[in-house]
Nanobody, 120 residues
Framework: QVQLVESGGGMVQTGGSMRLSCAAS????????MGWFRQAPGKERVFVAC???????DYADSVKGRFTISRDNAKNTIYLQMDSLKSEDTAVYYC??????????????WGQGTQVTVSS
């Protein structure tokens, strides 16, 4: 079992920045991928970014160049630095843990989600 706890959501203005954190506990942290997905109102949950045990990363096209995912193995924590935020980034952001899958990951475990609202 893996437990994931997100923090750092809230409201920010268009063009602003925000950092999300996800602390993991339970099974081995460094051998799996961890990442972020998001779900906007009325839409499906979609991949945002992931980081693997090797440190390699992948991003959805919609966030490339604006979001940065990183991990601190000592703290069992990953981060999502979000810059140049747009209104379309408004969503509930979910932390995920699971195996790699090509340029994304398979989420086996989810956090509880944290709301990010970008207002103009």
């Amino acid at each position: 079992q893996v437990q994931l706890v997100e923090s750092g959501g809230g409201m920010v203005q268009t063009g602003g920045s925000m950092r999300l954190s996800c602390a993991a506990s339970g099974r081995t942290f460094s051998t799996r991928a961890m990442g972020w997905f998001r779900q906007a109102p009325g839409k499906e949950r979609v991949f945002v970014a992931c980081i693997r045990g090797s440190g390699s990363t992948d991003y959805a096209d919609s966030v490339k160049g604006r979001f940065t995912i990183s991990r601190d193995n000592a703290k069992n924590t990953i981060y999502l630095q979000m810059d140049s935020l747009k209104s379309e980034d408004t969503a509930v952001y979910y932390c995920a843990h699971g195996p790699n899958s090509g340029q994304t990951m398979i989420p086996l475990y989810w956090g509880q989600g944290t709301q990010v609202t970008v207002s103009s």
